[in-house]
């Protein structure tokens, strides 16, 4: 079983709709998480932390369910240039972290 | 900010040539670095913890002597693609663990690799 996985989609949205999907993790020692955002042939950049009590950064709003062991993501109002692929990323007690394999979302005009 | 620099970002080569990567972290001392393998729709893979001072740490499944990490100073680690087929052909990213703030790890642009 792979330690994190994503719907890999993708998810194809007009700009202005809301677009949510997940991921679940393996180990239920992970420490720390993250939405990583990576566009085509580039390195991944973070998109923002995901705290245990949820957090939201402008159209972007992050959970954590730890019990079942799932974080998921939603984005609202879509832009155009939120087309990406978000990474789910879960972090042990180590430096060492886990990727999923990413969600791909294209926004249409 | 911290900052990490990756060279070169694309290389094509023939088979058999041996490739050098070079991660280097600017602004601060990383004595970890990590390196990643991404094959196309796939997620980013651990290959090695690179370990300044001593050995490199490699990931099951992960050919030491295929590939070569050097890690000899604080701001600086290399990874060696020796003798590359065509399979090695990949994205190559390394990156160095961040203590402060949110981000856990700071990424190099990355390294297309593509053997012909």
């Known amino acids: 079983r792979k330690e994190v996985e994503q719907d890999p989609g993708p998810f194809n949205v007009p700009e202005g709709a809301t677009v949510a999907f997940n991921c679940t993790y393996s180990?239920?020692?992970?420490?720390?998480f993250f939405w990583y955002r990576q566009d085509c042939r580039k390195e991944p950049k973070l998109l923002m932390s995901?705290?245990?009590s949820g957090n939201e950064d402008g159209r972007f709003t992050a959970q954590l369910n730890r019990a079942s062991q799932y974080i998921s993501l939603l984005i609202r109002d879509s832009k155009l240039s939120d087309s990406a692929t978000y990474l789910c990323?879960?972090?042990?007690?180590?430096?060492?972290?886990?990727f999923g394999a990413g969600t791909t979302v294209t926004v249409r005009a | 900010g911290a900052v990490v620099s990756q060279h070169p970002s694309w290389v094509i080569c023939k088979s058999g040539t041996s490739v050098k990567i070079e991660c280097r972290s600017l602004?601060?001392?990383?004595?970890?670095m990590f390196w990643y393998r991404q094959f196309p729709k796939q997620s980013l893979m651990l290959m090695a913890t690179?370990?300044?001072?001593?050995?490199?740490?490699?990931e099951q499944g992960v050919e030491k002597d295929k590939f070569l990490i050097n890690h000899a100073s604080l701001t600086l680690s290399t990874l060696t693609v020796t003798s590359a087929h065509p399979e090695d052909s990949s994205f190559y990213i390394c990156?160095?663990?961040?203590?402060?703030?949110?981000?856990?790890?700071?990424f190099g642009d990355g390294t297309r690799l593509s053997i012909l």
């Open positions: 990156s160095a663990p961040w203590a402060q703030g949110d981000q856990p790890q700071h």
């Open positions: 180990n239920s020692a992970s420490q720390s």
């Open positions: 995901v705290y245990s």
């Open positions: 990323v879960v972090k042990g007690n180590d430096y060492k972290l886990s």
């Open positions: 602004d601060f001392q990383a004595t970890t």
């Open positions: 690179s370990n300044e001072g001593s050995k490199a740490t490699y």
